[in-house]
């Protein structure tokens, strides 16, 4: 008898046969969908090269970490106006919408965020609710859409106003993408969808490149370009001046024109600001000034808008660096035989493996008496500075509670906040800069949102408006790049007489810790700062520190210079750091006339370097316009030491 479960040979043919064709037809599925991917139609829209930005704002600060800026709805809890920009649909058909975005409270708060924003594609609004969910970045699926070939718009259209923020969009027609979150994966394919090779990237020659268009950076340009040499100045914000423009909006601190080489510091009178003061209005830090100062110069080419993102070496020496802008992502190759690192966070130099340090030293390293007994990660942290403006009638601001927890025993009852409201001291202050600002941002609005919607005695706020708040840090610590020498307590404690002696530091051992009140009320999680001042003689710090120690042709000026952690509180403040880049731009043009290394102005020249320092290169005062001869008289001259108060810090 025949079993069921025993097939004839025809039914075994048939079978056989059967499972041939089910598997040919699967090959055939599974090579049209390959071939569909394949001829997929795609547009991948980078958010800072939008047209019309509207409302949003450019974020670079994060690049390093990233790959990319991303544009962000910084409106202080009122929506900001739509981003727009028109892409070219290359064929009809149905897009699969997707948005790289982050719920950018979700460290401290795991429900929904506050960063809420919709896209529309051409007339339809897609009605996923962005930017308020996950816990890192990530791409979220906004919706599909039927687009006819042709241009179309985009646009954000913020819900909040509060930092919601928007990295790429990609549109395709595959229904099977995979998109990366982040890593390698992610950066190649940015780049092969927006076309970068750094290959083809066009080459720019001079003789100085300098990085970062702070005060140190703006200076070490001025003085090698008077000085003959060309310059390129490269600055990854569309302002000038780094901590002491209206972006972060910290006045300049230290004294000018001291100690050995009385002239470095005059050339700070062609800039510097008439009013002093942290978080005032925009006007106080005359950022018009620093744009003069810089077009005024023939041989400084100004690259604005541009981040230094790669660095070519050969063996020892940097050949060339590769800058991209923030906002189009072009990308140029600037080659010189000298480089300035003054991007603070000694960006460049780590790029290159230089040498360099970051927290805290222990005391017996340097014999420091200031320093911890243990090493340790600790660092001066970053400071998201604000104040509010007072009108005639009570205003509102939106509830705003996102994991920290304010009552009326806790909060902070004031109208302004500046150099106090400090965080990130015990996070790393470059790999975790992201989370650093927007803790930072996170305090000031809870903390408002409690003065204003609960807290039981609130006439002094009901009729205030949260007026600015910033996005750009204000950095205080982080890398700082080794030299031939190290600056450390003991020089300034004993005045110690160095040969290569050359700009002077007066401000007092500035070191930031947090305070011990907000300490008890947010352990973990400080938002505030205190200090004690240590007031110094002014000591003049060694040329050898600024210059790295294994990279043969890079200097360095700001504060990532070659300093202990200890020393690092005198030297940071910009009046300080400026002299600093004097001094570089000095060497510079020296190493440009006599085919030297930097090492070599220390070995051979200098003599030279210390006649230059004496002269200074600053114009003389009688040739100044009348409001710089007012900073002159009245705002950058040495101080008695009486104005450096507790609460004058930075």
Not at 134 to 161: E, R, Y
Not at 243 to 262: C, F, M, Q, T
Not at 634 to 644: E, G, H, I, W, Y
Request: hydrophobic residues 35%.
């Amino acid at each position: 008898m025949e079993s069921r479960d025993a097939p004839t040979c025809a039914s075994l043919y048939y079978h056989t046969n059967q499972s041939l064709t089910t598997m040919r037809f699967l090959i055939y599925c599974t090579l049209l969908a390959a071939s569909m991917a394949a001829n997929a139609a795609d547009i991948w829209v980078e958010t800072e090269s939008f047209t019309d930005k509207g409302g949003w704002v450019v974020d670079q600060q994060f690049i390093d970490n990233m790959g990319s800026s991303y544009i962000m709805a910084h409106g202080l809890g009122n929506p900001v106006a739509d981003a727009t920009t028109t892409v070219d649909i290359p064929e009809t058909g149905r897009y699969n919408v997707y948005v790289r975005t982050f719920n950018w409270t979700s460290p401290w708060y795991k429900g929904e965020g506050p960063g809420k924003f919709q896209i529309k594609v051409g007339k339809q609004k897609l009605p996923t609710q962005l930017g308020s969910k996950g816990d890192s970045w990530q791409w979220q699926k906004a919706g599909d859409v039927k687009l006819s070939k042709g241009k179309t718009t985009i646009s954000l259209h913020d819900l909040t106003g509060f930092n919601g923020r928007c990295d790429a969009i990609y549109l395709t027609t595959d229904n099977s993408v995979k998109l990366p979150d982040g890593g390698k994966e992610l950066v190649s394919m940015r780049r092969r969808m927006l076309g970068l090779d750094t290959t083809k990237a066009p080459v720019e020659e001079y003789d100085l490149v300098v990085i970062g268009g702070g005060i140190a950076g703006m200076c070490a340009a001025v003085t090698a370009a008077r000085n003959g040499s060309r310059v390129a100045l490269v600055n990854d914000r569309p302002v000038l001046g780094g901590n002491n423009s209206a972006e972060v909006r910290v006045h300049l601190g230290g004294h000018i024109e001291l100690g050995p080489n009385k002239g470095l510091g005059r050339m700070i009178r062609e800039f510097g600001h008439s009013r002093k003061g942290n978080a005032q209005p925009a006007d106080y830090y005359e950022d018009e000034k620093k744009d003069s100062f810089i077009a005024a110069e023939p041989l400084v080419t100004l690259y604005p808008c541009y981040r230094a993102t790669d660095v070519k070496c050969n063996g020892n020496k940097i050949e060339s660096v590769t800058i991209r802008n923030i906002e189009n992502n072009n990308e140029i190759t600037l080659k010189a035989p000298l480089f300035s690192d003054c991007t603070g966070d000694g960006t460049i130099g780590y790029l290159a493996g230089a040498d360099y340090l970051m927290g805290r030293e222990s005391r017996d390293m340097y014999c420091e008496s200031l320093a911890p007994e243990q090493p340790d990660s600790l660092v001066m942290g970053a400071s998201i500075q604000w104040y509010t403006t007072k009108g005639k009638k009570a205003t509102r601001f939106p509830e705003f509670n996102y994991g920290i927890e304010f009552n009326d025993k806790n909060c902070e009852r004031v109208t302004m906040g500046e150099w106090k409201w400090e965080t990130g001291m015990n996070l790393n202050q470059i790999t975790q800069a992201e989370t650093v600002r927007d803790y930072g941002m996170l305090v000031v609005f809870s903390n408002w949102s409690y003065l204003k919607n609960h807290l039981k005695d609130n006439k002094k706020f009901i009729n205030r408006d949260l007026e600015w708040v910033a996005y750009i840090a204000g950095k205080r610590e982080s890398r700082r790049l080794l030299g031939d020498y190290i600056f450390k307590q003991d020089d300034i404690d004993k005045n110690v007489a160095h040969e290569d002696a050359s700009f002077a530091a007066s401000w007092s051992i500035d070191l930031h810790f947090p305070d011990s009140i907000n300490s008890v009320n947010f352990p973990g999680r400080e938002f505030k700062a205190a200090t004690i001042h240590r007031y110094i003689h002014p000591c003049a710090i060694p040329y050898r520190c600024l210059y790295s120690r294994n990279i043969d042709n890079l200097f360095m000026a700001g504060r990532n210079i070659s300093v202990t952690h200890v020393a690092l509180g005198t030297v940071r403040v910009m009046r300080t750091t400026g002299m600093m880049g004097e001094v570089v731009g000095m060497a510079a043009s020296l190493c440009k006339k006599h085919s030297a290394s930097p090492r070599d102005i220390y070995r051979y020249h200098l003599p030279e370097l210390t006649a230059m320092m004496k002269q200074g290169a600053g114009k003389d005062a009688s040739t100044l316009p009348d409001n710089q001869k007012f900073n002159c008289a009245n705002n950058l001259l040495p101080v008695p030491r009486a104005f450096m108060t507790k609460d004058n810090g930075k």
